[in-house]
């Protein structure tokens, strides 16, 4: 992912000015990286290795959304409308 779309999803789902870790931020983060693995595994249905790792960031977006599910609702509904997860 380029620095300046990577810079653009972060300011999109920051909490604040200095935030760029925050679940929000690492969601909206996984979502990207997510959807370019999805096409990639498209073009290359074989590719076992890249299929493994998308399995592993699917899983790590869930653990995510969970705790923000847990700790603030608001933020949750608000990531999942931005990112466009059902």
């Known amino acids: 992912m380029k620095a300046k779309k990577k810079g653009k999803i972060i300011e999109s789902s920051q909490v604040h000015d200095k935030d760029t870790g925050s679940a929000d931020v690492q969601i909206a983060l996984l979502s990207e990286r997510i959807n ?23 899983m790590k977006r ?9 700790e603030d609702e608001a933020r949750y509904e608000s990531i999942k409308k931005k990112v466009g997860l059902k």
């Open 36 to 58: 370019a693995m999805l096409s990639h595994l498209k073009k290359h249905a074989k590719d076992l290795h890249s299929k493994r790792g998308l399995l592993a960031m699917v």
């Open 62 to 70: 869930k653990k995510l959304l969970a705790y923000l599910k847990k």
